[in-house]
Structures are given as C-alpha cells and as structure tokens.
C-alpha cells in the first residue's frame, strides 16, 4: 500500500462540471446544425433555442459547483492564459448572437436572411466554445485523462456528435427528418469512434494511472455498440430509406447518450490525479538507490 | 479575516508526552489562548535544536478538547462495568477532596496494608516514568503516604523493552540501550523502531548518520519506518532473533580468526578469563572466595584481582585447590579440578549455533547472517582509539539495538545476553561508537548512572538483586505482581515494583495459580495519565478487573476506558496549564545524548480550562486533609518533586509546617536546582525561569560511557558467563518449591550460565494449545508497531493525530503481506477480522509488500470504546486478541506482543459477516 | 534576483509528519487540509522492498498550471517565486485544483471543525471566513518569509522568515532558501548532492527539489 501516492480520484469536480461539457457540447454541436440547416433551408429555431438551453444549463451547472458564485464575474480576468476565462468571454457573443438569431428569426420573418447569418456567425462562435471547453480539460495537468491531447479531438468530435445526435431527435419530433443530418451524423459518429480509440490509445502509449484505463477499458463494449455500433447501423438504414423518421431519431439519442456517457466517465470515472512518484529512491546511509515505481500508473513497455 | 491578536506572546517549555523528551518548545499564545506551538530556537544546548515531535503539535487541540473533565466528578452509578453508564455528576472540589481523604483516612485508621501485607492504596501512572513529568509535586504526596502497590500496571512488561531494563542495568547500567550514534558505523538492529520512537533528538542524530554514511541491518518481519531508513532489511521469522543472534556469534567465535576479536577487552574488562568449575560455578580461591583465572605469567591459579597477572583467555587448567560456591550454601571443594575459562565454555556452547542452524529457525538464509557478522568485524575497529574530551579511549563504531517484542518474553534474555556479547567481543561494550546505555532506573543516583557503578562482588559493578536465599526470600508478596517473590533481577527500587511482572497483578485478581494467595483488591486505585484498559493485553479480562476495585480515583482528561469504573473524577491542568521542573540533559533514554544537564520548566502558557488545578495543588490539598503536610514538605525537601531543596551550599528548604503555595514550591525549586548546578554560585527562580525556560550547565561528553569508569574502578562487565544469574535461578526454584509452588518452573529454566537455545516460537503454539485452540487454525504470527504520532503518547482522542498518523501505512488498520492478501481474496480497504483463541479484532486491510507472509501487523493500541474521539476511528488492535498468560510470561515477567491469529474477509450482509 | 525553494533529503525524511502537523497548527487549517503532508510509498516487491518518505506540497513551481488556468487571475507568482492565491479574488471554480500535477491544492466548501459541529476556541479565534469556498495550499508561509526579510533576517536561516514545516523537520530533511543564490545553504546542497524533481515532465519547473545521494560522478 502507497498511502497518498496512488493516483486519487478528483473529487474537485464532480456531476455539475461533467453537465458543463456535456451542455457546452452538445449546445455548440447542435448550434452547428442549426447554422447548417439554416444555410440548407431546413427549420433551425428549435434547434438552436434547445442549443441555448444546453449551454445555458451546462454553465449554470459550473456557477452551481462555484465556491464563490456572487464573485462569478472574475472568471473574465484572466484571457490571457485561462481557457475558462475564455470559455467564459466566448459565451457572451455565443449567447447574443444565437439569442438575437432567434429573435430574428420570430420577430422579424422577412429578415429571415439576416437571422440565418447571425446564426452562422453563433455558430462559428459555438465551435470556439467548443473548442475552449476540450482546452480547459486539455489544460488540467493534474488530471493525466485529461491532460492527454488525444482528448482534444475527442471532445471536439463528441461534442458535435451529440449535437447531431440532439438535432436528429428534434428533427424526428418536428417530422422533417434532413438526408444530410443523418449522412453527417454518420460521419461524426465514426470520427468520434475514431478519436475515442485514439484517445484510449495514446492515453494508454503514453502512461497513464492504470485504474483510469480500467475504466476506459470496461466502458468499451457499451461506447462500441450501443455508443456507436448501434447508432451507426440505423443512420445507414435510415440513409437507405428505412423508417428515417424513426430510426434517425433514435440513432440520435444513441449519440447524444453516448457522448454524454463518455464525458460523464472522463469528468468524474477516469479522473485521476498524477499520484507521487520518485524518480530515485534515497541512498540510506550505505544502502542502495533504486529506480522508483509508479505506483498505480500504467509504464508504457512494462 | 481571522481575529486580529492584541498581544502575541511566546512561551517556554516542555513536552515530556514520550519517553524519548523531554524536549523544548514553546507554545505561542494569541490574547490568552494558546494558538501554536514551535520550537524552541533559542534551546541551543538541546540535541535537536529545540525542535519537538509531532504530539507535541496535537498539544493545542489536546487543551481545548470539548471532551474534557473540566471539573471534578463523582459517580452515581454503584455499578460498575463496561455496559453501565457510570453517571458521573460534577462536584466541587472541595467535595471531591473530602471523598478522597475520607477513604484514604479510613485506610489509615484501618492500616496503610491488608492482612496479607499488601498494601491498601495502589497507583497506575502511564508510560516509562514521563507522567511524573506532569504529576507535579504527587511523588511527595506518595512519599508521604507510605507503602503504595504501583504493581498494576498499564502495559509495562510488555509494551516497553523490559529485559533490556533488567539485563542491561545489569550488565552496563542500561535500563535502555542505544548505539553511539554520532560515531556509529554499523548497527544491526533487530526490532528497533528508534525512527518512530526515538523522539526528536534520535531522529536527527540517526539522519547524520545515514548522511555520514552508517550502515543499519534492520532485521525483523515487517518495514517499520525504522527498516525504511536503513541500509538492509532482513525479515526474519517473529520471536527467533535470538538464532540470529547466536549464530552472529558463533561466527566471531568459530569461523572468523580470533585476533579479530578485542582480546584485551574480554581479558581485562570481562569475566572471560575467570575458571568454571566441573557443577558450574566459578572455581575459586579457597581463602578469599575470589574467582580464580589462569595467569600464563606464573602457570597457576590466582585470584582475579591478582595484580600482575596475565590472564589466559582460553582455555583449561587444572587448579590444585578450588571451592565452587553453589546456590544457598552449596560449597564444592576441589583438588586437583579442571577448570575451562568463561570464554572457552561460552566459544563451546555457540559452537551449535551455525548460520546454516539459525537459518532453519529464522528463515534468513546462512549467508546473510555470516555476511552481516562479517560486516560487523569489519566495522568494528578493533585496536583503534579516539580522543574524547582529553581521553584516549577504545573505538569501537559498531553496535546492536532491540526493539520491543524482541526484547519482551521468551527469548528476550538470549537477545539481551547475545547482543551484549557481541559489543564485547570487540569491545565495544560502552565505548565510543558502540553499544551504550543511557540511563538507570534500578541503581541510584537515578540521574548519575556513572555514580551508580560501585564496586560488588567478584570483581563486578554492585547489582540489587532481590534476596533469593532462605533467610530473606519474600515468601509473601509486598505488591500484588509479586516481583521481590519471583524475579530477583528487577530488584527493589522506587521502579521496581512498575517492573515486575506487572500483568501478573491482574491476572491474580481473576484466578491465582495453585499455592498462591488471591491477592485483595486495593482499597483507592489511583490513575494518572494512562489507561491500562486499553494498553494491557486482554483488555475485556482488564477491564472486568477495574470493574471491581472498589475506590477508583482517577486525574482525568476526558473519559476513557479505565476511569469508566472510576468513583470520582479530577480534572488536572494539563500540558500547557500547569508548572513544573523537571531534570534535563546528561544522557537520557531513548537516546538523548546531551552536552549539558539542568532542569527546564513547564509553566501554564494558558489559564487551566474550566475548573482543572494544578497538580501540585491537588498533592498539596490531598496532603493536607490527609494530616500528612509535615511528611509531604519534608518529601518535598528531601527532593521528592525534582531536586533536594537543600544542598552543601544551598537551602531553599521550605517550612515543614506551612502550606505552600504552587508558587512557592516550584520557586525553591528552581533555586535549588540551579544551585545545585552550579555550587551555589546561582539561584535562578520562577520568575527567570517563565522567561528563560531552562536552565544548563555542561556535561561532559566522555561521561557518555560507561568504560572510563570501569577501567578507573577496576571493575569488569559480568559477561559473558552467568553464574550469579544461574546461582539465583537455583535458589529461586528452592524457595518455590519449598512453598510448593510449581508454576513458575518453565520460567526457572531461564537462569543459565550460558544461553541455550528454546523454541521460542513453539511456546506460542503451545499457548494455543493450552488455550483449547488448534495451532494449524491460526497460522499468522500477529505483531504491533508504533507510530511517532501516538507512540507512548495517550493521545488517541486528538483528532490531529490521527489525520496526520493517515499518511503513514502503518496507522490504523490490519497489514497484510501483498502475496497473502490476494490468496486470501483481500484487497487494500477490504474489512477483515483477526482472531486468536481468546477474541478477535477488526479493521481495515492495509495491503503490502514489506511484510513477511506469515505476520500480520497492527498499529498501536486501539479498540476504545469509551474515550471521546477515539471510539469512533473503529481500529482494531492487537490487545483485545492477546492473551494474559502465565505460559507466555519469562522469568523477568515479561511478554511479548505477539499472538497466533488468523484472518478472514468480513464480507457486508453475510450471515456473521463471515467470508 | 531572488527564487525561493524547498530542498528535501528524502535520505534523512522518517515520515514522522511533524511538518505536516505543525503546518496545520501554525496556519490553522481545517481538518483534512494538508498544505504540508509526507507520502509513504514503497518501491519493488517482497522481500526486495524500499520505502520512500516523500514531503509533498505546493511545489511552487515557476510554470505553475493552477495559474495559468486560473481565470480569476487569484493565483498569481511573485518575483521571489512564490505562488500566491488572493483569497478575494478566488471564485472557488477548482480548476487549479485539477491543474495541478502534485495535488497540493484544497478547498472548503463549508467550516469543519476538529472535534465535530461546534468549533474549540482556538478553532473559532483562527477562523478565517475568507478561505472558505476558496482554493488554499502551501504558502511558503509567505508572511513569514516577509516579515523576517522586513527585519534583514534570510528565510532558511533565521527562523523567523523560515516556513513552518522547515522550521519544526525534527530530522533535518527540510531545507529552504534562495536557490539564485550561490552561496544559500539550498544552492549548495543542491550542488553537493544529487537530486530530482517530482514530476518534470510536466515541464512546470517546481522549486521543490529531493536529495537521494550525495554527489554522483
């Protein structure tokens, strides 16, 4: 037994931050598709009010787990290095811009044109949200599943797959169901299977606390077949013709739950601090040094 | 923002929490409340730069502890026990006095001892003497009183390094032993944990060391901290150190060429060249009683104190005309006997003892135990000298330490006599670098061990032995462990009766073996600063013994398992509240080695917490109402409290007649001591002494040693042959059985010249056996070790210990070797339950690879259920499992912490929690 | 230029915690908060064993993470090295909590007190509410540090500008001083001996360096 040097679960961010990435996520992913629908003359409204929404609830969620939540303001002090201060920055246009899209787009019907730009232009602001958010994890250096680069992608990648997955939901429920929605889906299904396997695999080439791979490892089947798997084999038949109404949206769901699985495991089930470790252990008197151990940590090559 | 301080104040004193202080320190207080407590920077003449040990940083939660007696209780509940509520209700403390000098007045009206002689009012106090350190001026009360039974005791025997005590007073003036650590170049240590036990000043010194470049072989079955800052660790199989030991000697004596050895050492300094006898015992000169040795010079026989004579160290001659003093009066008369010298018959007993032997007991291979004897030699020096303070004195940086359990209970005297054979076959017996002690509990002057070295029989430093012969034998017992009865080396001085056998006073309350009166319970119990009900072994027999004494008077920080069956409650101004002095310096156990000696104070850095008093206020007012003033000033005067109140060149005696105030009393103490000190010449008070702390004067390095004096008194170490020891043993064993007493033969067994090998670890089998249990049901050997943060300290309800003590491995739970645990399907956190045939334990699995498969180690000394805090942390501990057992009890009257037990998974849900 | 650092002798460390235990008494922090704590770790297998003691902490590190993702600016580095928090700047978000590679950071949602629900009176005298809901760890105990170099005294000499931990180390391991300086008791055990630094790779240059033996060729 290593007391205190084996890698610890983070206990500093719990639930309320996992719900942050996945609303940021998935709000940025389906603000996407609203630009996109919007571009391609499908309704977007919806979508990007529930894009909104999951923002909106994911950084109150943070503004929940806070210790300090009248003071939250200072989280805009620090844009030079800090993703969260970014993240933070990034929001505000991400909410005006998408906000006044809508606004738009009730109130003024004819400047439909006008919305459908503001729109893109949220959306774009959308995938800079996106992108801090997969940095705030990428920066946590405390947390090797998160510090991994691989994560980047990941994030980025599931993100819009839960986005696509959302929008495929609303489009089922609205009963126009876009041949392009679901061809990207599937597109953004298999590229986050890909990062996934990439993130695994670096994470593990790289060294990393063997109880975070663990988890990774045990939650392979349920990423691989009703994460991916599943969903992917539907949109196919719903390409081909095959109930699309029906199947898209629930290939939607698949995508969004299984990103929202794979964030909730990341967060809160892999997150593991870096542990202790010597590089040497102390000469005792005329005793000997050895090289020391990592307890807990996956060494590549042993 | 925190409250702003209006004064910031700085305040010296003591911690005195372990037997390794006192050390200095000073507590910071904020406006009267103590917030800090930091080292004493300005303590240069302390060996650690007035730096303190972790419990001394738990001294701030420990005075304002919520859980505290904050004032005098009396209990309503006329039953007593584990399961009944004791209902205690405050009371004044003049009530409380009055409750107390009413009993004590009773017993003496009725006579200070019962029909059988005991006495009538006994007294606990806690670990190695450090409670008089907080007792104030109560050592003059009990002067004062008279007889007292100090016999039941709260763990010594067992949980202190008891043969060590016995033997090595005996043998070195070493009531503890340690290595000359500063100059040290090899120790092997068997057991020691000095690293967690050795307090602040062995902990800086053995870090030297290890910079300096030592080399320590830490053979015993678990990584104690003490294996972790070593060189090697060795694990050996539990209770067989003694194979070790005697196979390291049997190398230097069989397989290493004997010039390696210190021979002028063993010839001069030792009773090696002394002539044993065909029954025995020394040959010796028929006219004056003198041992005889071999003087190559003349080719005959002299006496051994002949001047001029020059020793044969081996070998055997035939001496024309001997006697042999045998036990009692036993004269053998010899013409024309071959005698063999000490040295030839003990290089003719080890010659058993092989590497390849030892390792069939120890499970360490042979090739181990010959390197670490060879590593020793090489070490050792032998023939080289080093200056100290003008002297030229012999070298000798090797040395060998034992830890508790090795030094406890069978197998503890072949430890005891092994070890110190091997620092005198090179000399290295009380010389710089080597084996040294540190100081006497057992000869007086307790605070000068080189003054107690006064010349005795044969040639020998003077040892008290109780009298084993038929005339003065104490057939009936003057406490209720008996140690005058039945172990003669203890002796009989103020530390004595604490020593004896002390688990023996309750195991006969319960149940007495044949031929032995049941003793009576005393008639005032009083506790001080200890909690036997948890530090003893077989806690549940403990505490149903405590149940029926029939006064419990108990100074009390909080509640606790002992003062549960308490009768009335004091609540004594703690560490930081109340005043005292205390000597300081010389050479101290565990291994303080000082420059300087004086005396240091302990003055209250804050008001007493509720209605807590001083110590010496109670002594004085349980003085007073006990029409005992005039006894307890002269106790005072005569240095009871701290230092003789006059000298030749000082008096600061106090009025025989008066009350004092505690103020008063500790003033003419500081006087006196550094009056003491210096001649006179200064006589620093209470005042000086509140803002100085302390007060030294020089002690000069060479007095570390034993050996200069020796050498300037002509004296030898009586080693390596026991012929006292066997003499005793023999008249022992006719005194109990004349008075048929039959049970104590195993122990008599002990008293050989020589040792001889025993299965130690059988006798725990056979204890099983004994027990009604089946040995192949309980295949793991249970030991204990210690943690810095409540080593000796009774602070198990401070809540700071125990979260710093979570970041050391060994706190807090069962630990099990790695291999073990995953046959046993035990993960690390999984809850286990350890049994043995008496009871079982339980506690969180701590799984590790630096732990023999065959030994489980549990921390410390938990289980409570009483005391605040404490109760809730749910440790097991290795007390509850252990047996009281006479089979387990050697002749010193000590056992060792180590039971048979098994272990199994307590899996949550199942029927019995059963895996 | 001045950087302060820790130089730790992991051969003299016994794991005792006096550090950790006086670091919580001097700066009062509730239970379970370690800004100073020693890890006990083993290295190899039965019965090829070793046991590292390890003081761990705030390794006040010159590229420390927690500030540059603190997006409160509350984290901050001074010129002498130490990393500081602004108690009144912190929104309590614990990113550099998870930034950190050494887990040398706490927070405290709400007070805990040693002894259960009601704090002792010195509990509630060294109360101090602005670091509740804020991110705390190792200090150097800076206020220290400047109130000693305020007198002309040097941390790591003088007692009186030395941190806590080093101050009470009853084996010695703890060292601290100005690693800039040449001649600083830690530049010089640093040269004389060989060392290593806690995780490097992670490239955030710690000030907290551990001896394992004496000079190597």
């Known amino acids: 037994m290593n007391i205190g040097t084996v890698p610890k679960l983070q206990r500093s961010w719990d639930l309320r931050a996992a719900c942050n990435f996945i609303g940021g996520g998935t709000g940025a992913g389906l603000l996407l598709f609203a630009a996109v629908s919007a571009v391609l003359g499908w309704p ?259 | 923002m925190r409250t702003r301080a209006e004064s910031v104040t700085s305040v010296p004193t003591y911690c005195y929490n372990c037997v390794a202080g006192p050390d200095l320190m000073t507590v910071t207080v904020e406006d009267g409340v103590a917030t800090a407590i930091r080292p004493n920077f300005d303590a240069k003449e302390h060996p650690a730069n007035g730096r303190v040990c972790v419990k001394a940083y738990g001294l701030i939660e420990k005075t304002y502890n919520p859980h505290r007696i904050l004032t005098p209780m009396r209990r309503t509940n006329p039953n007593k026990g584990r399961g009944e509520d004791p209902g205690f209700v405050p009371i004044t403390w003049d009530e409380a006095l009055e409750a107390i000098a009413g009993r004590l007045n009773h017993v003496r009206a009725t006579g ?276 100290i303070d003008g002297q030229t004195l012999p070298f000798r940086p090797v040395a060998i330490t034992l830890g508790k359990t090795v030094n406890n209970g069978w197998g503890a005297y072949e430890c005891c006599w092994a070890r110190t054979m091997m620092a005198t076959l090179v000399g290295a017996l009380e010389v710089p670098g ?142 930081l509240e109340g005043t005292q002095l205390i000597r300081v310096g010389g050479t101290k156990f565990v291994e303080q080695h000082w420059h300087h000696q004086g005396v240091a104070l302990r003055q209250p850095a804050v008001a007493p917490r509720g209605d807590a008093r001083d110590m010496t206020w109670i002594a004085g007012e349980l003085a007073k109402r006990c029409g005992l003033l005039e006894d307890y000033n002269k106790a005072l005067n005569r240095g009871a409290a701290c230092v003789p109140l006059k000298g030749e060149a000082y008096d600061f005696s106090l009025d025989p007649k008066a009350e004092h105030s505690v103020e008063a009393i500790w003033d003419a103490e500081c006087k006196a001591a550094c009056a003491a000190f210096t001649g006179g010449a200064e006589a620093h008070g209470l005042d000086w002494f509140k803002e100085h702390g302390y007060f030294v004067v020089p002690f000069k390095r060479v007095d570390w040693y034993l050996y200069p004096t020796m050498v300037a008194k002509g004296l030898r170490f009586e080693l390596p042959y026991q012929e006292r020891l066997l003499r005793v043993g023999k008249e022992l064993g006719t005194r109990l059985h004349d008075a048929g007493i039959r049970w104590w033969d195993d122990q008599l067994h002990e008293y050989t010249a020589l040792p001889e090998w025993h299965d130690v670890p059988q006798r725990w089998e056979n204890a099983v056996k004994a027990m009604g249990g089946e040995p192949a049901d309980y295949p793991f050997w249970l030991i204990t070790t210690k943690t810095m943060q409540y080593t000796t300290g009774n602070n198990a309800g401070i809540p700071l210990m125990n979260e710093v003590g979570r970041n050391v491995r060994d706190h807090g739970g069962v630990q099990i070797n790695a291999a073990t645990a995953a046959k046993l399907g035990i993960i690390d956190g999984d809850m286990v339950e350890v049994r043995s045939v008496t009871n079982a334990t339980r506690g969180k699995a701590i799984v590790v690879q630096g732990l023999r498969p065959d030994t489980l180690v549990i921390h410390g000394q938990f289980d409570h259920w009483a005391t605040p805090f404490a109760k809730e942390l749910g440790f097991p501990s290795l007390n509850t499992v252990a047996p009281l057992s006479l089979d387990l009890t050697d002749s010193t009257g000590s056992g060792a912490d180590v039971v048979k037990v098994s272990i199994r998974k307590i899996v949550p849900g199942m029927a019995g929690g059963a895996a | 230029m001045t950087r302060y650092v820790m130089v730790v002798d992991l051969r003299r460390c016994v794991g005792c915690q006096t550090c950790t235990a006086a670091c919580k008494v001097t700066n009062a922090t509730m239970p379970g908060v370690q800004w100073r704590r020693v890890v006990d770790m083993e290295v190899g297998t039965f ?102 170099v305020s007198k002309g005294l040097t941390p790591g000499v003088d007692p009186d500008a030395t941190p806590a931990c080093v101050n009470s180390c009853i084996s010695g391991a703890m060292q601290f001083g100005d690693i800039e300086d040449p001649d600083s008791n830690v530049s010089k055990l640093l040269r004389e001996n060989s060392h290593f630094r806690m995780h490097e790779e992670q490239g955030t240059n710690p000030g907290f360096y551990y001896l394992w033996d004496g000079a190597r060729p």
């Open chain 2, 434 to 575: 080597g084996t040294l002690g540190t100081t006497i509990r057992l000869n007086r002057p307790h605070e000068n061990r080189l003054a107690s070295v006064k010349p005795g029989a044969d040639g020998f430093m003077e040892s008290k032995f109780n009298a084993t012969d038929a005339e003065h034998w104490a057939a009936k017992p003057t406490g209720r462990n008996a140690h005058k009865t039945l172990v003669p080396i203890v002796g009989n001085s103020s530390w004595s009766q604490a020593l004896g056998p002390t688990h023996l006073a309750w195991m006969f309350l319960r149940a007495t073996p044949d031929g032995w009166p049941k003793p009576s319970y005393p008639d005032v119990w009083f506790l001080f600063r200890t909690n036997p009900a948890i530090s003893f072994w077989d806690t549940r027999q403990m505490v149903e013994n405590m149940a029926r004494m029939p006064f419990v008077v108990a100074f009390a920080y909080t509640l606790d398992e002992t003062n549960w069956m308490a009768d009335i409650l004091l609540p004594d101004a703690t560490d």
């Open chain 1, 44 to 302: 977007w409204v919806a979508a990007a009010l529930a894009a909104l929404a999951f923002v909106g609830f994911g950084l109150s969620m943070v503004w929940l787990e806070i210790g300090k939540p009248l003071r939250a303001v200072n989280v805009f002090f620090h844009p030079q290095t800090s993703w969260m201060t970014r993240e933070g920055i990034v929001a505000l246009p991400l909410f005006v811009l998408t906000a006044l899209s809508i606004v738009l787009a009730l109130a003024l019907p004819d400047a439909d044109v006008l919305a459908a730009m503001t729109l893109e232009l949220a959306a774009m602001v959308g995938l800079g949200f996106l992108y801090c958010q997969a940095r705030i994890l990428r920066a946590a250096r405390g947390i090797r599943a998160w510090s991994e680069p691989a994560l980047l992608p990941l994030t980025l990648a599931s993100g819009l797959a839960e986005g696509a997955g959302v929008y495929l939901v609303l489009a089922g429920a609205l009963g126009a169901m876009p041949p392009w929605a679901l061809a990207l889906g599937l597109v953004l299904c298999g590229a986050r299977y890909a990062a996934w396997r990439r993130y695994r695999t670096r994470l593990s080439a790289n060294g990393a606390p063997v109880a975070s791979l663990a988890v990774l490892h045990g939650a392979e089947p349920l990423v691989v077949w009703p994460g991916h798997a599943v969903p992917a084999a539907l949109l196919v038949l719903a390409l081909a013709g095959v109930l699309p109404g029906v199947l898209g949206p629930l290939a939607g769901i698949a995508m969004a739950v299984a990103g929202w699985y794979v964030k909730v495991l990341i967060v809160l089930r892999a997150a593991r601090s870096n542990g202790f470790a010597v590089v040497r252990t102390p000469v005792r008197g005329r005793g000997i040094s050895k090289a020391g151990d990592r307890y807990g940590w996956h060494v590549p090559g042993r």
């Open chain 3, 47 to 148: 019965p090829d064993v070793q046991r590292v003691f390890t003081p761990v902490g705030c390794q006040h590190c010159s590229d420390p993470p927690c500030m540059e993702v603190c997006p409160s600016t509350a984290t901050g580095k001074r010129a002498d090295g130490i990393v500081t928090i602004d108690y009144d700047l912190c929104i309590g978000c614990s990113y550099c909590m998870v930034a950190c590679p050494y887990e040398a950071r706490y927070k405290v949602d709400k007070p805990v007190w040693a002894f259960g629900d009601t704090p002792t009176e010195v509990e509630k005298r060294r109360y101090d509410p602005r670091m509740i809901g804020v991110a705390q760890k190792c200090t150097f105990c800076v206020d220290t540090i400047d109130d000693g």
């Open chain 2, 112 to 387: 200070l001892v019962d029909e059988a002689g005991l006495p009538r009012v006994a007294a606990t106090f806690g670990h190695g003497g450090t409670p008089a350190a907080y007792m104030g001026t109560l050592p003059a009360w009990l002067a004062a009183w008279g007889p007292i039974d100090f016999s039941f005791g709260s763990g010594q025997g067992v949980k202190c390094v008891h043969s060590e005590h016995l033997y090595g007073e005996y043998w070195h003036r070493a009531f503890t032993v340690c290595a000359d650590t500063v100059l040290t170049r090899y120790v092997i240590s068997f057991g020691t944990n000095v690293e967690v036990s050795g307090g602040a000043c062995a902990v800086y010194r053995h870090a030297d060391a290890r910079i300096r470049g030592i080399k320590r072989v830490q053979v015993e079955p678990h990584l104690s901290v003490t294996g972790a800052a070593s060189a090697e660790w060795v694990p050996i199989k539990p209770k067989t150190d003694g194979a070790f030991l005697l196979a390291l000697i049997h190398v230097l004596l069989h397989e290493i060429p004997r010039d390696r050895l210190d021979l002028p050492f063993l010839r001069d300094r030792t009773a090696s060249p002394y002539l044993v006898g065909p029954n025995g015992y020394y040959l010796r000169d028929p006219d004056s009683g003198k041992p005889l040795l071999w003087d190559l010079g003349t080719g005959a026989a002299v006496p051994h104190d002949t001047p001029g004579a020059d020793p044969a160290l081996e070998g055997r001659f035939t001496v024309p005309h001997a006697v042999e003093h045998g036990p009692d009066e036993t004269r053998w008369e010899h013409r024309g006997a071959e005698g063999r010298t000490a040295f030839t018959a003990m290089v003719e007993q080890m010659a058993q003892f092989s590497p390849e032997w030892a390792e069939g007991v120890c499970e360490v291979p042979a090739s181990t135990v010959r390197r670490v004897a060879g590593e020793y030699v090489e070490n050792a020096c032998v023939g080289q000298t080093i200056d």
